[in-house]
């Protein structure tokens, strides 16, 4: 019996293996952000399988679960892991710090491919300012525990902001840090560059339309055909609003003299569904959005202002999120339901085991019969595609 599992496991590997020529998968050099809001999203083994039929080889958490870093234990995926914001005071303090990594980071290594550990979230767009002032104490004390344990030159520390921390972003050229942020920023920028750590923004260009539907036309924040903008002191056009923020934040770093710093995108993504006031939140949008998105990636376009720098970005989110408080915009982010399925079409075929694949589970009586469905419905996806 066991054998047979095998076997047909086996099989199904080969099988998935052999279906990268068959199926059209975009490789991709996108990274996408596994949000863990829910109560039922399916177990990482699972989406470690969702993720290698997507060849998506770059994953962002929020944490460090234990459960998704060990779950994709010789994966060749790259993590980014988080530390939440009420980690910050307590990662000012060296052991503390250092406890961290040795619990979190170093016993995952090198088998789990962890690449970069994101210090905080949005803290500086937040309202508290002992969190601003922990932040880079914060992300050093991470860093300097990361060079004694000789970690360091395998993961490095940045930290992920909200584009509110613009006091102007457009045009892209006149692009500026909120002033009183500068006493926060201007240190953090000198951080980067010793570290040689890139500048993570969320970036939502919905936002814009959505306050707005009137004024920002949806063709430029979808990425379609559009006119586009020019930006009158550099005569750059822009044909997105992404690819304008982006720049703007380059702007705004340059204003304070650097220019050796880049620019990745931690989040972007479209809500496929929202409250009635939450104007452009459907899957046609999100379906736009998403894919016209990752075909520009795929053709590793870069910004106007850095066309040789192709954009570097993390879409939000891979399933939606049920528990998440909020507009329910919210909670309709991801490119999957829990189930496997996808929202909408963006080009990526993805599939997702019915049964968790984790040694411990594949003795269940059931599980005989989630293989044999297993393979029909696989077989089915290869007849279908
Ligand atoms: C998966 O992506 C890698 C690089 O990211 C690429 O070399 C490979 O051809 C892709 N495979 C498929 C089936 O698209
Ligand atoms: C911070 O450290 C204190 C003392 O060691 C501990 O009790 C607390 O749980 C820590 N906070 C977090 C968020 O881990
Ligand atoms: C700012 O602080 C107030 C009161 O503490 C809180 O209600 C509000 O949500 C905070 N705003 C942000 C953006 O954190």
Partial sequence: MAMRLLALFSALVLLLTLSGSV???LSLGVGINYGQIANNLPSPSRVAFLLRSLNISRVKLYDADPNVLSAFSNSNIDFVIGLGNEYLLNMTDPIKAQNWIEQYVQPYLPQTKITCVTVGNEVLSGNDTRLMSYLLPAMQTVNSALVNLGLSKQVYVTTAHSLAILAYSFPPSSGAFREDLAEYIQPLLNFHSQINSPFLINA???FAYKDN???????YVLFEPNPG???????LNYDNMLYAQIDAVYSAIKAMGHTDIQVKISETGWPSKGDPNEVGATPENAGLYNGNLLRRIEEMQG????PSVPVDIYVFALFNEDLKPGPASERNYGLYYPDGT?????GLQGFLPQMDFSAAKINTRNSDLSTLSLLVCFIAFLICA
């Fill in 342 to 346: 996808p929202v909408y079409n963006v």
């Fill in 204 to 206: 939502y260009p919905y």
């Fill in 23 to 25: 199926v059209r998968v």
């Fill in 303 to 306: 910004t106007p202002a850095k």
């Fill in 213 to 219: 539907p009137d004024q920002v036309p949806l063709n």
């Fill in 229 to 235: 903008t020019t930006d009158p002191n550099t005569n």
